[in-house]
Every structure is written in structure tokens, then in C-alpha cells.
């Protein structure tokens, strides 16, 4: 996975409490590389498993959605293996994220297709079109009311046989179990080089910022949606992935790799 040239070491929580919440703004922008390696677990093998299902649902013509795409990583490895005539398309709240994800995708030659967007995937984006959406550590920031709405629309409006990819942080139902897995996590940070202090300052920043489900909550949010296929493809303690196919039969998508 690209890092778009020398990686700078996430260090934002020494110098800030976290008490006014967390933001994707330019501090983060700038450590976001190595802040996201750090803090999640098997990020980088998680990521390849995502473009290597992407590229294997992707069908000609069609759109693939990375929402919530940060620097844009999955979307520019996607487009480097995909077929010039799907179009892939990244969107993100933050500006920029968004503006660090263009200049990184100066790298591509011009028969890929890729653009960048700015926009509120809750109501902004119009998903026609689309072999394959992707929300990778995404619809946990979004509030809960919105998240089964945006799934519905994706579902509605994605094409027969398509899917949607996401990875998200999880919570469980049984509280020494939720406990045990939160220290697991913590001790996995540890590892990476975090401090006691920074992990504490970083959970607080992220209270009622992210706010986490259950694994069976995800996915009975996809199966309401209409997906008639759900499955998961990882987990670790508290992180987990799921595949949500829509109707039509998910193994007759022919890969689209060139």
C-alpha cells in the first residue's frame, strides 16, 4: 500500500488533551499514514483483502464508491488494477483528506479512471451505477440514525450482484468480554509505540465521535437494508469485516483485473 512518500509519526495526542472531540483536520492529515497502522489491526492486510474483493465484483462500465476514503489508498490501488472502464470514485468529508488524496493520485496514468470528492455521503452522493461500495472504518462516525438509511440507498440503488465492503471497530454485548477485548486493543497500541497517556487522550477525543455496534448489529443493519447476503471476512477482538452482497448470485461476478 502506498504511502505517498515520507511518513510522518503520529504524535498528536501528546500535545493535544482530546477533550474538544476528534476531527479529520490537517493535524491528522498529516500523521494519518502512520496513525492508521498504528491503531488498527492488521490495517494494511485488511486493505489488500478489500482491493483484491473490490477487483474481484467489479464489472465493466460500472462505478465503484470508497466512501469515507481518506488519502485515498484503497481507491488509487483499486484503480491501478481494475479495468479503465470503471470509474472509481473517493469521497470524504474532510476537505482535506480530500485534497491529500488528489495529489496522490497524480500518480496514475490517464486511461484511470478516478476522481476525488468532497461530500456528505448521508445525502450528497447518488450511488447509480455501482458494482461495489466501500465503507472501510467509516459508518462508525456516522450518527446511528443515519447509517440505515445510507445502507438502504446503497442497496437500492447498487447493481444486482453487487456488494458492499466494510470494515468497522465492534462492540460486544457481554461486558467482561467488551472489557477484555477494549485491553487487548489497548495493549496492541502499546506495542505500536503509543503511550498510556496518548491512548487515554485519543479514547476521550472519540467519545460520541465514534460510536461502535455490535458485530450481529452490523450486520442486521445490512440485512434490513435489503442485502441478501451477509457475511463476515475478519475479525480481531474488537474489529470486524463484512461482506453484504445484494440479490443476484455474489460468485457469478467475473473478475475485471487487468
Same mark, same amino acid.
Given at each position: ?14 500535545? &493535544? ?11 491528522? %492529515? ?22 483484491? +474483493?473490490?477487483? @474481484?465484483?467489479?464489472? $465493466?462500465?460500472?462505478? &465503484?464508491?470508497?466512501?469515507?476514503? @481518506?488519502?485515498? #489508498? #484503497? @481507491? ?12 472509481? &470514485? ?5 476537505? $482535506? ?17 478516478? #476522481? ?46 453487487? %456488494?458492499?465492503? %466494510?470494515?468497522?471497530?465492534? %462492540? ?24 498510556? +497517556?496518548? &491512548? ?13 455496534? *455490535? ?16 457475511? *463476515? ?26
Amino acid at each position: 500500500m502506498q504511502d505517498g512518500g515520507h511518513k510522518r509519526i503520529d504524535n498528536l495526542f501528546t500535545r &493535544i488533551e482530546g477533550d474538544d472531540g476528534f476531527r479529520f483536520d490537517r493535524r491528522v %492529515v498529516e500523521v494519518f499514514d502512520d496513525m492508521i497502522v498504528r491503531s488498527v489491526p492488521f490495517y494494511e492486510q485488511v486493505q489488500r483483502t478489500l482491493v483484491d +474483493l473490490a477487483v @474481484s465484483f467489479a464489472t $465493466e462500465e460500472s462505478r &465503484i464508491f470508497d466512501l469515507g476514503c @481518506s488519502l485515498g #489508498t #484503497t @481507491s488509487i490501488e483499486i484503480a491501478l488494477r481494475v479495468s479503465p472502464s470503471i470509474h472509481v &470514485i473517493g469521497i470524504d468529508s474532510s476537505e $482535506e483528506m480530500v485534497a491529500a488524496a488528489r495529489d496522490r493520485a497524480t500518480c496514475l496514468v490517464e486511461s484511470r479512471h478516478i #476522481t476525488f470528492q468532497c461530500a456528505d455521503i448521508t445525502k450528497d452522493i447518488e450511488f447509480h451505477d455501482a458494482s461495489v461500495v466501500i465503507l472501510s472504518l467509516t459508518l462508525q462516525f456516522l450518527p446511528p440514525m443515519h447509517r440505515l438509511p445510507l445502507l438502504r440507498r446503497i442497496c437500492n440503488a447498487i447493481q444486482p450482484g453487487g %456488494v458492499v465492503l %466494510v470494515l468497522e471497530k465492534t %462492540v460486544l454485548n457481554d461486558e467482561n468480554l467488551n472489557s477484555l477485548f477494549i485491553q487487548k486493543y489497548h495493549d496492541f497500541k502499546r506495542a505500536n509505540g503509543y503511550s498510556d +497517556l496518548e &491512548i487515554a487522550r485519543k479514547r476521550r477525543a472519540l467519545e460520541n465521535v465514534l460510536i461502535p455496534f *455490535t458485530i450481529e448489529k452490523n450486520m442486521d443493519l445490512l440485512k434490513e437494508a435489503g442485502f441478501s447476503s451477509v457475511t *463476515t471476512f475478519f475479525q480481531w477482538y474488537n474489529f470486524a469485516a463484512f461482506l453484504a452482497c445484494r440479490t443476484g448470485a455474489c460468485s457469478s461476478m467475473a473478475p475485471t483485473a487487468i
